[in-house]
């Protein structure tokens, strides 16, 4: 069964730093891309970040140069680094995998709450 697991939510203050981590396990098949999204109270699951396996991101524009995707792809885990945090990022941040044969998973998600 393929798992996707998320962590590295909390509570942080505003202008504050927190790191997400998303691992995915228990396919055959390798991960073309891990995408993080994330829903706001009373809000839409938003796109936030993504990164193929060939090394290409693509961000929000609420979040350019503020937060930096990474991966480890040995380790089919990919990373989220949310510096410069403003309330407004508050919400459920869900990480999603797709995998080569077409699969794709999403975890439970992680909240980060942020304070003014």
């Known amino acids: 069964q393929v798992q996707v697991k998320e962590s590295g939510g909390g509570l942080v203050q505003a202008g504050g730093s927190l790191n997400l981590s998303c691992v995915s396990f228990g396919s055959l098949s390798s991960i073309n891309a891990m995408i993080w999204h994330r829903q706001a109270p009373g809000k839409q699951r938003e796109f936030v970040a993504a990164?193929?396996?060939?090394?290409?991101?693509n961000y929000v524009a609420s979040v350019k140069g503020r937060f930096t995707i990474a991966r480890d792809n040995a380790k089919n885990t990919a990373l989220l680094q949310m510096n410069s945090l403003k309330p407004e990022d508050t919400g459920v941040y869900y990480c999603?995998?797709?995998?080569?044969?077409?699969?794709?998973?999403w975890g439970q998600g992680t909240q980060v709450t942020v304070s003014s």
């Open positions: 999603q995998a797709i995998y080569s044969n077409g699969q794709t998973y």
């Open positions: 990164l193929s396996t060939h090394g290409e991101t």
